[in-house]
């Protein structure tokens, strides 16, 4: 019963890391990165479409990512969905491939976006902490049912805590390299 209710917090708890992890590659920090476009969609014979579901993106250069289309008639409107969405980046294309030059961050930039990732490591360890509060309250509720005792309600506490604790020192580890990243010149 308690093992259900620990297994539950961590599943829970490492959504909140891999949500985490999935919104720093979204980030733009000076280095090109297929994640960069995973959210931009085209218009592909009227509906909108995802990318790298019309092109293969790859990554030829450190700074640069090339999108080199299936059905070349859809170079125009991949070139329109790059410049509409708000990442501040301009394609060129030859006709046949796209290239996006990433360019380098300055030093304000690259402070800004610390501050950035700061934040979002906050609402991860948030999220944590709403966590472990829901799983105390299960504890609890255990407890005024006499499904547990008092005393398994203290340990099944603590180790609440300790994953917690446990998560909360991922999320610190995750948000260390994301910040070196993006400091890195």
């Given at each position: 019963?308690?093992?259900?209710?620990?297994?539950?917090?961590?599943?829970?708890?490492?959504?909140?890391?891999?949500?985490?992890?999935?919104?720093?590659?979204?980030?733009?920090?000076g280095r090109a990165s297929v994640s960069l476009v995973d959210g931009i969609r085209a218009e592909y014979y009227g509906t909108p479409t995802?990318?790298?579901?019309?092109?293969?993106?790859?990554?030829?250069e450190p700074r640069t990512i090339m999108i080199q289309p299936w059905d070349t008639s859809v170079i125009g409107e991949i070139e329109k969905s790059i410049l509409k969405s708000e990442l501040g980046l301009t394609p060129m294309s030859d006709g046949k491939v796209i290239r996006?030059?990433?360019?380098?961050l300055?030093?304000?930039?690259?402070?800004?976006?610390?501050?950035?990732?700061?934040?979002?490591?906050?609402?991860?360890?948030?999220?944590?902490?709403?966590?472990?509060?829901?799983?105390?309250?299960?504890?609890?509720?255990?407890?005024?049912?006499?499904?547990?005792s008092e005393d398994e309600q203290f340990k099944a506490q603590e180790e609440t805590q300790r994953i917690t604790d446990d998560f909360i020192k991922k999320i610190d580890v995750v948000y260390s390299a994301k910040e070196k990243e993006i400091l890195e010149i």
């Open positions: 019963m308690l093992n259900d209710v620990f297994a539950d917090a961590r599943d829970r708890m490492s959504k909140a890391l891999d949500n985490l992890e999935t919104d720093y590659k979204r980030l733009r920090t995802a990318l790298n579901q019309l092109a293969t993106i790859t990554i030829p996006i030059n990433i360019p380098v300055t030093a304000d930039r690259r402070r800004e976006l610390v501050k950035v990732v700061k934040k979002m490591s906050e609402e991860s360890k948030v999220a944590v902490r709403n966590i472990r509060r829901d799983v105390n309250e299960m504890i609890k509720d255990l407890k005024k049912e006499k499904e547990i």
